[in-house]
């Protein structure tokens, strides 16, 4: 189901330069690899994580898409970097898909980090008190504050 004015994309192969984003979709840059092997190819990256790159609106519209890639990525042992630097609006129901997510990371040891969050993302964040709940990376590297 498309949303319109929200992309959410996966990459989880370090050697791809990125999926294209695909309106509403979900499109898979795994190309049989699943970036979980916690291995670090170098260049400022976690290339054992994967990243979910976000776009647009982040509204009721948009939660359920994003919510069942995070749901899907979000095991015991991985990082997931959300790549939320696209991101031009984040509302309630974003925030708590978001939130979701982290305390879905806490309780399966994995790890979940908000790289180059937008200042919509950051606004947010702030308003609501729970950036402290997140890891941020501001640098946009992944690799966390």
Same mark, same amino acid.
């Given at each position: 189901?498309?949303?319109?004015?929200? =992309?959410?994309?996966?990459?989880?192969?370090?050697?791809?330069?990125? %999926?294209? %984003?695909?309106?509403?979709?979900?499109? #898979?840059?795994?190309?049989? /690899? !699943?970036? /979980?092997?916690?291995?670090?190819?170098?260049?400022?990256?976690?290339?054992?994580?994967?990243?979910?790159? @976000?776009?647009?609106?982040?509204? $009721? *519209? *948009?939660? !359920?898409?994003?919510?069942?890639? $995070?749901?899907?990525?979000? /095991?015991?042992?991985?990082? +997931?970097?959300?790549?939320?630097?696209?991101?031009?609006?984040? #509302?309630?129901?974003? $925030?708590?898909?978001?939130?979701?997510?982290?305390?879905? *990371?806490?309780? =399966?040891?994995?790890?979940?980090?908000? *790289?180059?969050?937008?200042?919509?993302?950051?606004? @947010?964040?702030?308003?609501?008190? +729970?950036?402290?709940?997140?890891? $941020?990376?501001?640098?946009? =590297?992944? =690799?966390? /504050?």
């Amino acid at each position: 189901m498309a949303v319109e004015g929200f =992309s959410v994309e996966v990459d989880s192969d370090p050697d791809r330069g990125g %999926a294209a %984003a695909v309106s509403g979709d979900v499109s #898979d840059g795994r190309d049989g /690899r !699943d970036g /979980r092997d916690g291995k670090d190819g170098g260049a400022g990256k976690d290339s054992g994580a994967v990243t979910v790159t @976000v776009a647009g609106d982040v509204d $009721l *519209a *948009a939660a !359920d898409t994003l919510w069942s890639v $995070l749901d899907e990525y979000v /095991r015991p042992g991985a990082h +997931v970097v959300v790549d939320c630097s696209r991101v031009a609006f984040l #509302d309630s129901m974003g $925030l708590r898909t978001l939130i979701r997510a982290q305390h879905k *990371a806490g309780a =399966s040891d994995a790890r979940l980090t908000l *790289a180059a969050p937008s200042e919509a993302v950051l606004r @947010v964040l702030q308003l609501a008190g +729970v950036a402290d709940l997140f890891v $941020l990376d501001i640098s946009g =590297s992944g =690799s966390g /504050r």
